[in-house]
């Protein structure tokens, strides 16, 4: 490859780099291309431009491509499935109802982030916003609250997760790309996440529903108090259905912890059901029986929802699969390695790296995934150059950064905008605010985390 200018090879591929994203930027932001057509364009873009020959540029993006949906495509299938059984169970509502209850009315919204915190933990943020608007609008009519205060605690709770928190796919294609420590990642991510999702959603939530006052969509909300649902799980076996796959993966990392050379039989055992794919697909295998057929529900019914609820999916699994394809050509063509020494040389902190470089993808594209994926590829070979650094830490960095300043190029603002029944304006001084505090305070909680750990 030839240099431009006369500029150094290193700034040369970075040039081309910064060529290609605002290229990739453009065609999903303003001309509306297909993230995944538009991820592969640029991934061929970048090989030719970077001098690699086109027989090793269509490998690099067919082994990026599978290499990263290896293990995600099977986690986004098993983790729909589980929110798909716990919404037509009723379990969503079950866990809301408890919670209210026990938390009574003047901290329900304290309540309403526990529920956004672990039906959030399954399902993607699109799917847990459709499953939680019903109990949004039911629970602020039973309580005569403003719907933002009830509100944004449960997408503070769904977001948090959604960037954060593993199993959830955006945080495990990180986890996978710098190979890190899924339990420790787990715990740091909880450490990190809780604080964070009380100030951006409790906090932030009882501030601004005060000042801004909206009423759910009349039909939308005629709908969902029509809905009635008398054979609900019980909470305890709907809670644990939820938590199971967490609670194998960590069982899992404490015995890798204890036993880390794996020299008996029990700690082989515990690491195989920690496994996330074997972890997620026990808990749908138990949730067809906890949330489906102890409910009532037919062999038929079950079929119909591990079927239907697939579908959806299939964008967002072909984005990661873009996204992959774009980090492994950034790799083989020596990108990510000009990066890493430019990063290296000066001296930036990895885990604020992690953050800038996926928050700027995330406001120029709109999406949290694509932002977390295409940052991996250009922080993982930072890491290794980076002898000490916390690996888990930079996972979480990167998804927080991969929340920062939704807005009108993300598909979640118009979402939350129509359910919510808010003006441009409304929803931007809610839920980009919101957004934006999760990734700023998440940032500041994991650097004050690396002081420790």
């Not at 938390?103 to 526990?114: L, N, P, S, T």
Request: glycine letters at 10%; proline letters at 4%.
């Amino acid at each position: 490859m030839s240099t431009i200018f006369g500029l150094s090879h290193n700034t040369t591929l970075l040039v081309w780099t910064l060529i290609v994203i605002i290229f990739l930027i453009l065609l999903i932001s303003k001309y509306k291309w297909n993230p995944f057509i538009t991820l592969l364009l640029s991934a061929l873009m970048l090989g030719l431009l970077t001098g690699m020959k086109p027989a090793d540029v269509i490998s690099s993006i067919t082994g990026g491509l599978g290499g990263t949906l290896g293990t995600i495509a099977i986690v986004i299938g098993l983790g729909t499935m589980l929110g798909k059984m716990m919404a037509e169970s009723g379990g969503a509502e079950q866990i809301a109802t408890t919670l209210v209850d026990r938390f009574g009315v003047k901290r329900v919204h304290w309540a309403m982030m526990i529920v956004g915190f672990i039906v959030g933990i399954p399902v993607f943020f699109e799917v847990g916003v459709i499953l939680m608007i019903p109990i949004i609008f039911t629970v602020a009519r039973k309580t005569n609250m403003s719907l933002l205060q009830i509100g944004i605690p449960i997408l503070a709770g769904l977001s948090t997760v959604h960037g954060l928190v593993p199993p959830h796919p955006a945080p495990m294609i990180a986890i996978e790309a710098f190979n890190a420590d899924l339990g420790k990642t787990i715990l740091y991510s909880l450490l990190v996440g809780i604080p964070t999702a009380i100030i951006a959603g409790p906090v932030f939530g009882k501030f601004i529903g005060k000042r801004i006052h909206t009423e759910p969509p009349a039909e939308l909300a005629e709908q969902f108090s029509a809905k009635k649902n008398s054979n609900l799980p019980g909470f305890g076996i709907t809670l644990f259905t939820i938590l199971l796959p967490v609670i194998l993966m960590l069982i899992g990392s404490v015995a890798n912890i204890v036993d880390p050379e794996a020299t008996n039989g029990f700690t082989v055992f515990s690491e195989f059901i920690g496994n996330e794919i074997i972890a997620l697909l026990i808990a749908v295998v138990f949730a067809l029986f906890s949330l489906g057929f102890a409910r009532g529900f037919s062999k038929h019914d079950i079929s119909r929802f591990t079927s239907e609820c697939l579908a959806p999916t299939a964008t967002i699994i072909l984005i990661i699969g873009g996204g992959g394809a774009f980090k492994q050509v950034l790799i083989n063509s020596g990108v990510g390695n000009a990066i890493a020494e430019f990063a290296t040389h000066a001296n930036i902190n990895v885990i604020l790296f992690a953050w800038l470089v996926a928050a700027l993808i995330r406001v120029a594209t709109g999406s949290a995934t694509v932002a977390m994926t295409t940052a991996a590829g250009i922080v993982a070979p930072v890491l290794t150059l980076t002898p000490g650094a916390n690996i888990e830490l930079v996972v979480l960095a990167t998804g927080a950064g991969s929340l920062v300043l939704s807005h009108v190029n993300d598909a979640g603002f118009w979402m939350i905008k129509e359910f919510f029944n808010m003006s441009v304006a409304q929803t931007l001084k809610t839920w980009t605010v919101m957004e934006t505090l999760l990734s700023v305070v998440g940032l500041l909680f994991i650097l004050l985390l690396s002081t420790v750990v």
